[in-house]
């Protein structure tokens, strides 16, 4: 399995408040999976989300990603882990908006010590592969919102991390638009084998034969 948790929890703090944004959660991810997490804003998505990607850790419970026990790791481990294990998208793409399409591709390559020759040369052959050759040098604001989502996706699989974590990937998009990144993404996973976990509220994108988690008041079911 690529991801196994145990009964995670994770509390955060309003005042005297304790907020339960997860609840004794339990899952497991195959490698090559396509996964949504589905449920209402404030339920834990993008909780479990940054669990998963390491950007949080668990108050209580076990959680591996790809052999890597989150909950004991330090930060450095973190950081580590997730150069090398996981590529983001989010909702409102996250381009650095003073790059190209092409230097934003090639970031996380430089992260990992390629050199820019070969670097760039790796981001143009995606962004060719993925309909933007045309734009390779075009920066954010100069491209529509499903092209930089499609910028975006380009850096999050660049280096073929184990996993790629969507946090309402389309919530910012029209319908057209966002069921193009889905099929895209959709068609990535099946080409390339990169596992995907996949936040929407939108339930119109679901394909209820992949894998389809519901977290509602930090609680995760399975349907």
């Known amino acids: 399995m690529l991801v196994i948790a145990e009964k995670i929890t994770r509390i955060y703090n309003r005042g005297q408040e304790k907020i339960y944004a997860l609840r004794d ?5 195959q490698a090559g999976a396509f996964v949504y997490v589905t449920g209402p804003s404030g339920g834990g998505k993008s909780t479990l989300l940054h669990l998963l990607g ?17 909950e004991k790791a330090s930060e450095e481990q973190l950081t580590h882990f997730r150069r090398d294990n996981i590529g983001f998208v989010f909702q409102f793409f996250n381009l650095i908006s003073s790059l190209s ?6 970031l996380p390559q430089i992260a990992r ?4 020759r ?18 390779v040098r075009h920066r954010p604001a100069e491209l529509s919102g499903g092209e930089q989502q499609r910028v975006a996706i380009a ?3 660049i280096g073929s991390p184990a996993l790629v974590l969507a946090d309402e990937p389309t919530g910012d998009l029209d319908q ?8 895209l993404m959709r068609d990535l ?5 990169i596992t995907f976990v996949v936040a929407t509220h939108n339930k119109a994108l679901v394909d209820t034969n992949s894998q389809v988690l519901e977290l509602r008041d930090g609680v995760i079911k399975e349907s």
């Open 25 to 29: 959660g339990s899952l497991q991810i």
């Open 54 to 70: 390491g950007m949080d850790r668990p108050d209580a419970g076990h959680l591996s990603v790809n052999g890597f026990a989150l």
């Open 101 to 106: 399409a092409l230097e934003n591709v090639m």
């Open 113 to 116: 010590g390629i050199r820019a």
């Open 118 to 135: 070969e670097a760039q040369k790796n981001a143009a052959a995606l962004l060719d592969q993925l309909g933007l050759a045309s734009r």
């Open 155 to 157: 850096r999050a699989i």
């Open 176 to 183: 057209a638009n966002a069921e193009a990144i889905i099929k």
């Open 189 to 193: 996973n099946a080409e390339l084998r």
